[in-house]
């Protein structure tokens, strides 16, 4: 208890110099705080995204490589008929859904609109719901949607028009205002690529779902079409097909993605090289692999930020020890006298870590209190991604009392170490 008090008393005797040496452990605790929660939010929105997007597919696209000063697909495309028959190779799979995009010149009249098309199968608005990006413009958060949300008038393609590649579209709602300039599009006609299609749907007029996204997302500028009609019938050349096939379950993703890739490779043609690896033309890549990516870069996020909130510490232990030297300094002839009396270079020891550890303690209960009160802020600066983990708070308030003992260790050891004939003579 004594020296508690008296460590209490040399800490209290200049309270600036106490307050302004407490300032930097009030900053870097209130920093590692607040890094650890937009880490930790970091983390957490990743996660939900990956749950939200579905963890039983596998993305199947074409693999690129540079050649020629571009990046060209590497071997075959991805065909119409690769998806068609990967169904039935494929057992674990429980859907193989595939998209095609190309550019296209649209023309209803004098009108002509040069744009990207889509060649889809049936089910995309449903594709839109389960997997949300987009949504119907000013639609309530409470509200809930589904696949007929998406359509303002109309229908969407149906399983025999997408097999039989009809010429059928529907018109993203920017579009139809483009072409028809508020008429009607229902049951009209209009030629894309110089071939004609009847208009059977037009779609609400949609937004991102993340405000951030909408300055660049054009939305409303869709054409949608039978993908078989796009492949077959519009491009002499068709495009790369991407395709999503579902497993049956989680369970099934390892085989379901081993019957992927012998499927292509058959259809294909693909050889092992000279070292037995497979030159595959395709990638396969699961909502797993995103994570990890994700979660990979999110961790490096929370490692730099932790970096940052780090030399706040170390800066406040430095000044922590400066004013540890320089009480040292003006308090030699003290020391002096309690050596004279009987204290133990230990209790020197014991006294001057007690007051770096009060600065410590004081710093650290103020940065944790700024910290956690500025969460919010930082928070809307990061998109809402922050979460403040219960153990981050003993973490942070650890680290601080450890960067004061640390930092406190040498000021305390050469007090103890001051001869006390020496000491009593200082002026």
Known sequence: MTVLLSAWR???ANKLRAALTALGIVIGVASVVTMLALGNGARAAVEGNFRALGSDDIEISPRYEFKNEKFAEAGKRLTYRDGL???????DLLSVDMVVTGAAKVRRGRRTLDMTLTGTMADALTRFNTKPGVQPRNWPDDAPIDPASYLARGRFLTRAEVADGAAVCVLGHRTALQLFEGDDPLAQTVWVNRRKCLVIGVLAELETIDPADRARSRPNDALFLPIGLVVDQLYEDAPSV?????????AHMATARAQIAAHLRERHAI???SAGNW??????TTRSDVLGARLAAARTFSVLLAAMAAVSLIVGGIGIMNVMLVSVTERTREIGVRMAVGARPRDIVMQFLAEAARFSIAGGAAGLALGVGVIPLAADFNGGAALLAPESVPLAFGVALLVGLIFGSYPAIRAARLDPIEALRYE
């Not at 028959?85 to 057992?91: F, N, Q, V």
């Not at 030159?279 to 396969?284: A, G, Y």
């Open 279 to 284: 030159k595959d033309d395709f990638t396969l």
């Open 271 to 273: 050889e092992r090289d």
């Open 242 to 250: 991407l395709m999503t096939a579902r497993a049956r379950s989680e």
């Open 10 to 12: 040399g800490v209290t």
């Open 85 to 91: 028959t990967l169904s039935d190779a494929a057992p």
